[in-house]
C-alpha cells in the first residue's frame, strides 16, 4: 500500500528524512501564500536559484564556520523552494516540459556554483580537476534518481509509460531523450503494466519491492549532498565531499540501477520478486508479456 501526502505526489516510504520532518512541511506551509500572490513554479524556481546564488558565495568563504553554516542554512531554503515550485505546478496545473527543463537546470545550476566557489578558494589545479569530475559525476547520478524516483511514483499508481513524440526546443528535446534513457531500459515492466487487468494491484505490489532500492538511492538525493558539502567544509576540507561523490555515490547509482531492474525482472519474468509463490491474478498479465 502506498503512503502519498496530502497533495498525492509522492511516496513517503522512499523519501530522506529531511524531505519528510523539513523541507516537504516548510513548502507545504508556503504553499497558500505562494497562490495567494499568484507566484507561478517557474518564478519560484528562479527565486531558489538566487538563494543558491548566495549559498554559494557563503561557500566561496567555507574556511569560515559561520559561512559554512549559513551556506547550509541557504542551501535549505533552497531546497524548500525547489519543492514549492512542483508543488504550485501541480496545484494550478502548469507543468510543462520547459518547467521541468528549468528546475533540472536550476537545481544543477546551484551545484555548478557551489563548486565553482570552493574551487576558486582552493586555487589549485587539483582542486579544480576534483570539482569538475565530481560535477559530471553529480549530473549524472542525479538525473538517473531523478528519472528513477519520477518513474517509481508513477507505477506505484497503476500508471504505464504512454510514449509521446519529444518536442519543443532543441535543448528541451535533447534534455527529454536523455532523461528518457531508463525508461526505455525498463520497457518490458512499462508493457506488462499496459497489458495487466489490474494495474493498480499491480503497481502496488510493485511499489512494495522497488521500496528497498529506492529508499537505498535516497543517498543520490540533493539534500544528501547539502549536508555532506556543510560537513566537509567544517571539517577544513571541501575535497571530502567532491571525493564522496566521486567515488561511494557512483557506487549507489550503479547498485541501485541494478537492484530497481532486478525488481522489474522479476515482475516480467513471470514470478513476484519478493515471493516465491505464484499470483494467479497477475497470470494473463504475465502470459501476454512473455508471449504465452
Known amino acids: 500500500m502506498t503512503s502519498l501526502p496530502p497533495d498525492g505526489s509522492r511516496d513517503r516510504r ?3 528524512w529531511s524531505n519528510l520532518w ?7 506551509a508556503l504553499l497558500p501564500r505562494a497562490l495567494r500572490m499568484r507566484l507561478s513554479a517557474n518564478a519560484v524556481s528562479i527565486l531558489g536559484l538566487i538563494v543558491g546564488i548566495l549559498a554559494a558565495l557563503c561557500y566561496a568563504r567555507w574556511q569560515h564556520p559561520l559561512a559554512a553554516i549559513a551556506g547550509l542554512a541557504l542551501s535549505v531554503a533552497w531546497l524548500i523552494a525547489d519543492g514549492l515550485d512542483g508543488m504550485i505546478a501541480r496545484a494550478t496545473q502548469t507543468a510543462s516540459a520547459l518547467g521541468r527543463m528549468l528546475d533540472g ?6 551545484f555548478i556554483l557551489i563548486y565553482v566557489a570552493m574551487a576558486l578558494s582552493i586555487g589549485t589545479v587539483e582542486g579544480w580537476a576534483l570539482a569538475v569530475t565530481a560535477g559530471a559525476a553529480h549530473m549524472v547520478q542525479s ?5 528513477e524516483r519520477g518513474r517509481f511514483h508513477r507505477r506505484a499508481k497503476g500508471v504505464a509509460l504512454i510514449a509521446t513524440p519529444i518536442t519543443g526546443n532543441a535543448l528541451v528535446r535533447f534534455y527529454d531523450y536523455v532523461a528518457g534513457v531508463p525508461d526505455r531500459a525498463g ?3 512499462e508493457r506488462l503494466l499496459a497489458r495487466s487487468d489490474d494495474p493498480i494491484a499491480l503497481g502496488e505490489r510493485y511499489a512494495d519491492a522497488a521500496v528497498a532500492p529506492m529508499r537505498f538511492m535516497t543517498m543520490l538525493s540533493a539534500n544528501t549532498r547539502v549536508w ?3 560537513v566537509a567544509c567544517l571539517l577544513g576540507n571541501p575535497r571530502i565531499f567532491w571525493w564522496v561523490e566521486i567515488a561511494p555515490m557512483t557506487i549507489v547509482s550503479i547498485v541501485g540501477l ?3 531492474r532486478r525488481v522489474e525482472h522479476g515482475f516480467t519474468d513471470g514470478s513476484p520478486f519478493h515471493s ?12 501476454k508479456e512473455q508471449g504465452r
Open 14 to 16: 522512499i523519501e530522506a
Open 22 to 28: 523539513l523541507i516537504h512541511p516548510a513548502a507545504r
Open 105 to 110: 537546470l536550476c537545481d544543477h545550476g546551484v
Open 143 to 147: 538525473s538517473l534518481y531523478e528519472g
Open 187 to 189: 520497457a518490458r515492466f
Open 228 to 230: 555532506t558539502i556543510c
Open 258 to 260: 541494478l537492484w530497481h
Open 276 to 287: 516465491g509463490t505464484s499470483d494467479d491474478r497477475f497470470a494473463p498479465a504475465f502470459a
